[in-house]
């Protein structure tokens, strides 16, 4: 099991390719991703985000990670919060310990500064989801949750959430209604159409903000264009 463990670790820790290998094409796309989102709003900046899809296992949380990364390295004071109260990932990702976190500071037991923990990238910060509830969607839709939003936005200048799929529960859709912006990552070859519309259907049923789509594991058949795109 430990062994186990410490793999998943490792393959977590791997697929943080903007911070492991900023000049890849792949990181290049992500700041095309971050880009995009900029241009999505031009009267006003986007802060709030979140980054779901439609079914486990279509990549939400590397894209998540990755986004996270290229925002700060453009100088943006970031907070990546592991909102997926009941599959959470993003200590393992970022090699912490999961003590402590979200859960945390909504439940009033310990303040947001003292929660949260700091990166290899010098302006990103990560608020793990601390221990699993019994109630994540009470908890995302509580009053606590308001109060952290406006806590957040006062000392971060992105704050981008983590959520389950929109189809396995209704956590997603309880925190599209209060971000500015949801990122939907559907996966090539493995997630059906059907599930992409049903998904955001979902997100127009909670008045969310469908800023776009990401299509994750798509084989390139030439990878020269993007070798020259990021090339510089």
């Known amino acids: 099991m430990a062994k186990k463990n410490k793999r ?22 992500y700041r095309t991703i971050r880009t995009n989102i900029q241009f999505s709003s031009v009267d006003q900046e986007i802060r709030s985000i979140m980054v779901t899809s439609a079914g486990p296992g279509e990549g939400k949380s590397t894209t998540i990670a990755n986004l996270a990364v290229v ?4 100088g943006k004071k970031v907070l990546l919060i592991d909102a997926d109260l009941r599959k959470p990932t993003v200590h393992y990702t970022f090699n912490q310990t999961n003590t402590f976190g979200l859960t945390t500071v909504l439940t009033k037991q310990m ?16 608020l793990t989801s601390g221990p699993i509830p019994p109630n994540p969607a009470e908890l995302l839709s509580s ?15 992105i704050i981008l959430f983590d959520t389950p799929p929109l189809l396995a529960v209704t956590d997603a859709q309880i925190l599209a209604n209060k971000c500015e912006g949801t990122i939907l990552v559907v996966s090539s070859g493995k997630t059906e159409s059907d599930q992409a519309v049903k998904a955001k259907e979902m997100l127009d049923a909670a008045q969310g903000k469908l800023l776009g789509v990401v299509l994750n594991n798509k084989k390139l058949q030439n990878a020269n264009y993007y070798y020259y795109y990021g090339g510089k």
Not at 71 to 74: G, I, V
Not at 149 to 157: G, I, K, M, N, T
Request: without cysteine; aromatic residues 8%.
């Open 8 to 29: 998943n670790v490792v393959n977590n820790r791997r697929s943080l390719v903007t911070l492991l290998n900023s000049k890849s094409p792949v990181s290049e796309q």
């Open 71 to 74: 925002f700060a390295q453009q």
């Open 111 to 126: 303040t947001l500064e003292k929660v949260i923990v700091d990166t290899e990238e010098k302006n990103l910060f990560v």
């Open 143 to 157: 009053k606590a949750m308001e109060q952290f939003f406006q806590e957040a936005l006062e000392v971060f200048d």
